[in-house]
T-cell receptor
């Protein structure tokens, strides 16, 4: 069955440092997509980055990069040069290619310290 | 371009009442989703749809119903509301091309008392 696991309920990082948020997944599909979303305290869901299961290169979007290790079924988010505005909840998500079903992990709360 | 619009934004229901949460998107997206988010928790998939006339259960469908008669609309029906359904409900939509992710509505905060 399709499953997403985020094992870090909360993380702290010093401003300007890099931080890695962990995500592992499980699916029997060969075709799937992995996503990261940010949810600030205001509650909206902000799309950050996407990685396809057939993509050979790790995805990058500005200060965000996705460390995709397919054999280990992990899709960790790396945020470089953390900013105070990065403090938020972060969700990893997976979409199955066959069904289109999109499910989310439990989330990681990131707090950036000045 | 409005994106995904959810109504209402807030609602208080009494136990046993019913209501429909509305979701409309104007991006001609095939895929639509309903999630619930309990405080401090992740999003749980309630129902989803891959196109008009097609719906399927997600992770937590009990107590809810959906319909998808048009591409634009994906209403979520709560029958016989219970306190356990107190949550924030998000509707989302996406294209078959995934690279831009799913677009989310602003959410509906529902309290059942």
């Amino acid at each position: 069955a399709q499953k997403i696991t985020q094992t870090q309920p909360g993380m702290f990082v010093q401003e300007k440092e890099a931080v890695t948020l962990d995500c592992t997944y499980d699916t029997s599909d060969q075709s799937y997509g992995l996503f990261w979303y940010k949810q600030p305290s205001s509650g909206e869901m902000i799309f950050l980055i996407y990685q396809g299961s057939y993509d050979e290169q790790n995805a990058t979007e500005g200060r965000y990069s996705l460390n995709f290790q397919k054999a280990r079924k992990s899709a960790n988010l790396v945020i470089s040069a953390s900013q105070l505005g990065d403090s938020a909840m972060y969700f990893c998500a997976m979409r199955e290619g066959y069904t289109g079903k999109l499910i989310f992990g439990q989330g990681t709360t990131l707090q950036v310290k000045p | 371009n409005a994106g995904v619009t959810q109504t209402p934004k807030f609602r208080i229901l009494k136990i046993g009442q019913s209501m429909t949460l509305q979701c409309t998107q104007d991006m001609n997206h095939n895929y639509m989703y309903w999630y619930r988010q309990d405080p401090g928790m992740g999003l749980k998939l309630i129902y989803y749809s891959v196109g008009a006339g097609i719906t399927d259960k997600g992770e937590v469908p009990n107590g809810y119903n959906v319909s998808r008669s048009t591409t634009e609309d994906f209403p979520l029906r709560l029958e016989l509301a219970a306190p356990s359904q107190t949550s924030v409900y998000f509707c989302a939509s996406s294209r078959p091309i995934w690279t831009t992710g799913a677009f989310f509505g602003q959410g509906t905060r529902l309290t059942v008392v």
